[in-house]
C-alpha cells in the first residue's frame, strides 16, 4: 500500500486551463503539505493543513487552491495555468502530535503547461 | 527564519570512496534536521533525522550524520558508495517551536555521482 498517492503522475495542459492534483494519505497522518519543486530541483512549502485547517499558506499566486475534504485529503487545484507553473508537485504528510515532523513525500506530479 | 546552506550543488565519488555532502543551517532555536534522498523521478525518501537525542545520527543504506552545533552543521557521510547511491540529496530543517505550522526549508540538494 502506498502511504502518499499523488495523481497523476504526470499532467500535460495548455495555457489558461484548469486543472487539479489529487493528493491521499494512508498513514493516519493530521498535516498534510504541497512542496513545488523547480526545473533547478529546488523545493519550496506552498500549503501546509493540520486537521483539515490551512496552517501555512507561502506566498503564492491565489490562482492555486488547495482543499481538504478531510484529514487524509489534500487536493490541489489551479485556474488559468501559465508556463511558470511547470513543475513538480510533491504532497506530502506528517504526524505533528507525535513531535517530530518528518515528512512522509508522494511520488510527485510532474505539470508542463504548454 | 530558518535557512539550509549545501556547500557543493555536484559531487562525484568513485564506487567504494568515502561519500561527504556538505550541510550548514541557520537557525535561532535547535533545530530539527533531516536528510532526504531523491532518485529520478521519484518522491523523496527520508535518510536519517536529528531531534536533539543523539549528535550521530544513523540512517537507512549505510548512511550517517553528524550533527555539531558549534559548526551549525549536519553533514552526511558514508564510508563505501555503492553505485546505487547515486540520487540528489537534500538536507532540511525544522522549528520546533512552529506547531503545527512546522514545515520543513530544503537546502538547494546536491547531486551525487558514483563513478565506477
Known amino acids: 500500500d502506498t502511504a502518499v498517492s499523488q495523481t497523476p503522475k504526470y499532467l500535460v495542459t495548455q495555457m489558461g486551463n484548469d486543472k487539479s492534483i489529487k493528493c491521499e494519505q494512508n498513514?493516519?497522518?493530521?498535516?498534510m503539505y504541497w512542496y513545488k519543486q523547480d526545473s533547478k530541483k529546488f523545493l519550496k512549502i506552498m500549503f501546509s493543513y493540520n486537521n483539515k485547517e490551512l496552517i501555512i499558506n507561502e506566498t503564492v499566486p491565489n490562482r492555486f487552491s488547495p482543499k481538504s475534504p478531510d484529514k487524509a485529503h489534500l487536493n490541489l487545484h489551479i485556474n488559468s495555468l501559465e508556463l511558470g507553473d511547470s513543475a513538480v508537485y510533491f504532497c506530502?504528510?506528517?504526524?505533528?502530535?507525535?513531535?517530530?515532523?518528518?515528512?512522509?513525500f508522494g511520488q510527485g506530479t510532474r505539470l508542463t503547461v504548454v | 527564519a530558518q535557512s539550509v546552506t549545501q556547500l557543493g550543488s555536484h559531487v562525484s565519488v568513485s564506487e567504494g570512496a568515502l561519500v561527504l555532502l556538505r550541510c550548514n543551517y541557520s537557525s535561532s532555536v535547535p533545530p530539527y534536521l533531516f536528510w532526504y534522498v531523491q532518485y529520478p523521478n521519484q518522491g523523496l525518501q527520508l535518510l536519517l533525522k536529528?531531534?536533539?537525542?543523539?549528535?550521530l545520527v544513523k540512517g537507512i543504506n549505510g548512511f550517517e550524520a553528524e550533527f555539531k552545533k558549534s559548526e551549525t552543521s549536519f553533514h552526511l557521510t558514508k564510508p563505501s558508495a555503492h553505485m546505487s547511491d547515486a540520487a540528489e540529496y537534500f538536507c532540511?530543517?525544522?522549528?520546533?517551536?512552529?506547531?503545527?505550522?512546522?514545515?520543513?526549508?530544503f537546502g538547494s540538494g546536491t547531486q551525487l555521482t558514483v563513478l565506477p
Open positions: 536529528y531531534t536533539s537525542a543523539a549528535t
Open positions: 506530502a504528510s506528517s504526524q505533528f502530535a507525535r513531535g517530530v515532523t518528518e515528512a512522509f
Open positions: 498513514l493516519g497522518h493530521d498535516t
Open positions: 532540511a530543517v525544522s522549528d520546533p517551536n512552529l506547531g503545527s505550522a512546522r514545515q520543513l526549508t
